[in-house]
């Protein structure tokens, strides 16, 4: 059974500060790594992907990858009110069709 | 941009209804999947379908069933609703059958069954 960790939280952040978001999978052939955000009774909607160890960084998003301890993470600087929101991290194994959703962490981001 | 187009936003049906939540979308993506959302559960797939005829169960297909017979078009169907079944309902797709692609989403189908 392919399972994808998150902490459910709520976060809760200043305005301001640097927001770390934390996920974890089990599978250890996966390959492509993917961060969702969710408004309250929305749909989720893409903001990064990531497929190789390292960072990769759009705007004030910031996606790690470290394959070896099968962590994967979101880094939101500059946090504002707008983000608050659900975080859901997807992990895909190669040859699948299917990726795997973790079930989400609250972040709560304060004026 | 993607388009993922499901029927309704909102919808209220009856116990032992039959219900069917159409979703379209406008991209060739051969890959299309049913989730249905609910609090604390995460999401949790239904049924998918990699091309056009194929369908395969996902982890809670009981008391639903699919359809796709056209590439565009995927479209569940709860033989005999329940409320156990009120839930937001999210289709999404993806291209191509392989490869690192996301998933995109349809805006949510929030049903009740009363």
């Known amino acids: 059974q392919k399972e994808v960790e998150q902490n459910s939280g709520p976060l809760s952040v200043p305005e301001g500060a640097i927001a770390s978001l934390n996920c974890t999978y089990s599978?250890?052939?996966?390959?492509?790594f993917f961060w969702y955000r969710q408004y309250s009774g929305k749909s989720p909607e893409l903001i990064m992907s990531?497929?190789?160890?390292g960072d990769k960084e759009d705007g004030r998003f910031t996606a790690q990858l470290n394959k070896a301890s099968q962590y994967v993470s979101l880094l939101i600087r500059d946090s504002q009110p707008s983000d608050s929101a659900t975080y859901l991290c997807?992990?895909?194994?190669?040859?699948?069709?299917?990726?795997?959703f973790g079930r989400g962490t609250s972040l709560i981001v304060h004026p | 941009d993607v388009k993922v187009t499901q029927s309704s936003r909102y919808l209220v049906k009856r116990t032992g209804e039959k219900v069917f939540l159409e979703c379209v979308q406008d991209?060739?993506?051969?890959?299309m999947f049913w989730y249905r959302q609910d609090p604390g559960l995460g999401l949790r797939l239904i049924y998918f379908?990699?091309?056009?005829?194929?369908?395969e169960k996902g982890d809670i297909p009981e008391g639903y069933s699919v359809s796709r017979e056209k590439k565009e078009r995927f479209s569940l169907i709860l033989e005999s609703a329940s409320t156990n079944q009120t839930s937001m309902y999210l289709c999404?797709?993806?291209?191509?059958?392989?490869?690192?692609?996301?998933?995109?989403f349809g805006q949510g189908t929030r049903l009740t069954v009363v």
């Open positions: 990531i497929y190789s160890n």
């Open positions: 599978d250890r052939g996966s390959q492509s």
């Open positions: 999404a797709s993806r291209y191509p059958p392989d490869g690192g692609t996301e998933a995109f």
């Open positions: 997807a992990v895909k194994s190669g040859g699948s069709y299917i990726p795997t």
């Open positions: 379908s990699y091309d056009v005829k194929m369908k």
């Open positions: 991209m060739d993506h051969e890959n």
